[in-house]
């Protein structure tokens, strides 16, 4: 069983378009997180849930909107889609007991 | 704020040689430290950990020790082989009462050559 699954795995979009990728875990945590990875590796934080409650929300465009339904589940949505927002995201999650897990990533493309 | 600062790659090595990959902190407080591992075309992995000073974290052969007095994590291994070719990140988390946020280093590519 795969313990925090993204999906879809690539995605490949036209400027302007609307996104969403999803992320679900199966591991009974508390806190769910998106991490962005642009194309030199560098990994950044973008948002964070605890409970389905918003606590880490970095400097991110506003085009950029996460929700979190239950507790298992951290969509990110994503507007009006920009080239500079080709990156891999990556879904975590941890709980106060545990390190974070990281999902296999997705890599978007913008064209 | 907090923050880590690691050896900048590519590193490119033949197999059986020593791997070292400096990692320095920067933290307020207490912080745990990890080294994850990402193979081409994967996610993060969790490699190793330490949650206080003096801990050794060790793991398929890699090891590395919490320095609290030189705010060091340096990772080590003996003898790589062509399998542990991957991107290796140090990173820290100060653990609060709802989350574990990473602060990662810039990552590190390590090249092992047969």
């Known amino acids: 069983d795969t313990a925090v699954s993204q999906t879809p795995k690539y995605l490949v979009t036209q400027m302007g378009n609307d996104k969403s990728i999803k992320c679900e875990q199966n591991?009974?945590?508390?806190?769910m997180y998106w991490y962005k990875q642009d194309s030199k590796k560098f990994l950044k934080i973008m948002f964070s849930y605890n409970n389905k409650e918003l606590i880490i929300n970095e400097t991110v465009p506003n085009r950029f909107s996460p929700k979190s339904p239950d507790k298992a589940h951290l969509n990110l949505h994503i507007n009006s889609l920009e080239l500079g927002d080709s990156a891999v995201y990556f879904c975590?999650?941890?709980?106060?007991?545990?390190?974070?897990?990281f999902g296999q990533g997705t890599r978007l493309t913008v064209v | 704020g907090n923050s880590v600062t690691q050896m900048e790659g590519p590193v490119t090595l033949s197999e059986e040689a020593f791997l070292t990959i400096n990692c320095t902190y920067t933290a307020t407080g207490y912080p745990s430290l990890f080294w994850y591992v990402q193979y081409p075309g994967e996610g993060l992995q969790l490699l190793l950990k330490a949650t206080k000073a003096d801990d050794k974290g060790s793991n398929k052969g890699f090891e590395a020790t919490y320095r609290k007095e030189t705010t060091s994590f340096h990772l080590e291994k003996g003898s790589v082989q062509v399998s542990d070719s991957a991107v290796y990140f140090c990173a820290l988390s100060l653990y609060r009462s709802n989350d574990y946020k990473l602060s990662f280093g810039a990552g590190t590519t390590v090249t092992v050559r047969a």
């Open positions: 591991l009974g945590h508390d806190t």
């Open positions: 975590a999650s941890s709980s106060h007991l545990t390190e974070a897990f």
